[in-house]
């Protein structure tokens, strides 16, 4: 193992890292540790316990004896509110650190990973001030036969498992972290095996902010073993999940064994439409962001292209452009538009698709290729030519790879948008705004666009139609995923 590595690498990886479970740090049980590596260039820099259920069940015992003593969930609201304030200033303090780490982990480059936790830090402060606004109702009783005053309360759900995934990790931690601790409950936040660096500090800024130990348990360790470990856990009351939609089904399944609540925010295949009437200026750069950004590891990645067939050329020959042009590098240069793949495993599946691309008959406009230099490179690749059915068409390839169409038939729009089992976002460019709105009422999918692409902003809520997923992040939904409701009658 190489330790290494970043402009100046934190004092936060200079020492063994450990789980966080009950406000200590502390190992494994079975000592194993999963290597952690550079995706910019394939070096190992430091490791974590790789934990399995052993630590998990240690840590949901951690988690309920807090939720159970009310450390937190019955501390003030103005007490708790304070808190996840403390903890946005921390974050805001320690962003370079953050920043640093995520990079190192993850290969973002710095300018998407530095507005990815600012988001993230405004949405910390939208739900910390949802502590003090968490409402019942008082109704007006609907049956006849005696006098009552009844109302419904909302209560945090318990003990919940927050799993997330490796494509911008410290904010897929916050998108769960603040709506569980807003709502009060004491939680286990498993990172991805790939990317564990930024979940660990947030659970020591957490204490250093107040929250009590046990509230915030961070587990590091691989899905089959921890994750599974967590969902099939009789003791968890709810898991908040984003990652695959595989892997969701899977948790369907194992929440079965005690009915969990379960919130899933899975994958996407979602289209981006360009008429004729846009204003390309912004049409072309945004439709290319949309699957470029992020080297096409967002779950919302504007992965099928339909263009009115008059602009087709211009659209797809701007896009590729666009794309040819692209910076491909280390996320710490300030210049990186591009960083790696995620791992030597998504590197080789993304170029498997680049291949069943051309063997599928596509033709390839631009990319195509991964870069010959160490880490997990690929290029921005566009293809023209693919069959509706071909599997670049249906299948999340979760990688820089945009197959374009052109638009004949105006009035099969929707039909188009809508031939995929996933239904988490969709973009159109136009001029003609009812037009506009008359797809995005067609459009079966959570997150409509128009004129831009991509983002959530915090009080909207984020998630998916069909196989997209269960629930939504963001506004009170959010929030209301980590509650239960009461109703309580009272005779008079
Ligand atoms: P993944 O499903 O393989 O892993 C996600 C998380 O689940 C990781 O922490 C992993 O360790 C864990 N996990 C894996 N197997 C598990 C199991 N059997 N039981 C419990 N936990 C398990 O996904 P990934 O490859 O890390 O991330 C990419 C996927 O995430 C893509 O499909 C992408 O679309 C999706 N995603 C969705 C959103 C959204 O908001 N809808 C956002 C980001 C990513």
Redesign the pocket.
């Known amino acids: 193992m190489t330790m290494q590595s970043g402009p100046s690498s934190p004092d936060f990886i200079k020492r063994p890292l450990q789980l966080l479970i009950n406000g200590q740090w502390c190992e494994a049980v079975s000592g194993q540790r999963i290597d952690v590596e550079n995706p910019a260039t394939g070096s190992v820099f430091t490791s974590t316990p790789a934990a399995d259920a052993a630590d998990i069940d240690a840590a949901v015992k951690a988690a309920r004896a807090s939720f159970e003593s009310g450390s937190w969930r019955r501390m003030s609201s103005v007490q708790r509110e304070q808190i996840l304030w403390k903890l946005s200033d921390l974050i805001e303090n320690n962003i370079d650190e953050l920043v640093t780490l995520e990079i190192l982990d993850n290969g973002m480059p710095i300018s998407l990973v530095t507005r990815a936790i600012e988001r993230a830090i405004d949405g910390l402060r939208y739900y910390a001030g949802m502590c003090t606004k968490i409402y019942g109702r008082t109704t007006n009783i609907s049956g006849k036969r005696a006098e009552f005053h009844a109302f419904s309360q909302l209560e945090p759900v318990g003990v919940a498992g927050l ?6 990790p410290l904010s ?1 931690a916050l ?1 769960k972290v603040a709506p569980a601790l807003a709502a009060g409950c004491s939680c286990i936040l ?5 990317t564990p660096l930024t979940a660990l500090r947030l659970g020591e800024l957490a204490l250093e902010a107040g929250v009590p130990p046990g509230v915030l348990n961070v587990v590091t ?4 073993t ?6 099939r856990h009789p003791d968890v009351d709810k ?1 908040s ?8 089904k ?2 369907v399944r ?1 929440a079965a064994g005690n009915l969990k609540r379960l919130s ?5 295949k979602s289209p981006v439409f360009v008429f004729d009437d846009a204003d390309m200026d912004i049409a072309i750069p945004r439709a290319a962001a949309a699957i470029f950004a992020n080297t096409g ?5 504007g992965s099928r292209l339909y263009v009115q067939k008059k602009s087709f050329d211009r659209v797809v020959e701007g896009v590729a452009a666009a794309g040819r042009k692209m910076k491909i590098g280390d996320g710490f240069s300030k210049d990186t538009e591009l960083g790696p793949l ?1 791992s030597s495993q ?1 590197h080789k599946r993304v170029l498997g698709y680049i291949e069943a691309g051309r063997a599928e008959g596509g033709a390839l406009v631009s990319g195509g290729k991964a870069l010959e230099r160490e880490g997990y490179f690929v290029e921005p690749t566009v293809f023209t030519g693919l069959a509706p059915d071909s599997r670049l068409l249906n299948e ?1 390839i ?1 990688g820089p790879v945009l197959v374009a169409t052109p638009i004949d038939d105006l009035n099969e729009l929707a039909a188009k948008a809508n031939a995929t089992r996933y239904g ?1 976002g969709a973009g159109i460019f136009t001029r003609d705004l009812s037009n506009a709105h008359r797809l995005a009422n067609l459009i079966r999918a959570g997150n409509i666009w128009v004129n831009f692409y991509g983002g959530a902003d915090k009080s909207l809520p ?3 139609y069909k196989e ?2 269960w629930g939504r ?1 963001g506004g009170e939904d959010g929030i209301e995923a980590f509650l239960e409701k009461k109703a309580v009658y009272i005779r008079l």
Request: negative net charge; contains cysteine.
């Open positions: 799993i997330v995934p490796w494509n911008s897929a998108n498993k990172p991805a095996e790939q360790g691989y899905g089959r921890a994750g599974a470990a967590l969902a898991i999940f984003t990652g695959s939609t595989e892997v969701g899977e948790l194992a899933l925010e899975l994958g996407g590891q967002i779950c919302y990645a995620i998504q999340e979760f988490l984020f998630g998916g997209s997923g992040e």
